[in-house]
């Protein structure tokens, strides 16, 4: 993985979990994630924000999603 995620409790606590276990569960179509998926693609959204701010660091800066009800929710 490119990105390192920022070393707080929440990352931390994911990473502990076994990575095929299932983190997350869509109600509607019933998709099932893993923590390691998780862990992933959190890492990709925040290389994405990262990205399309054309900076490496957005500490201090105002984020927001629109993002339906879904696992995408939970990556963001």
Known sequence: MASTLPNLQLFQSIALHDPESIAVIHSVSGRKFTYGELL?????????????????????????????????????
Do not use: P, Q, T, W
Request: charged share 30%.
């Open 40 to 76: 992933s693609d959190v890492a990709k959204a925040k290389d994405a924000l990262h990205k399309a701010a054309g900076k490496k660091s957005i500490d201090g800066e105002r984020v927001a999603f629109l993002v339906e009800n879904s696992y995408d929710y939970v990556g963001v």
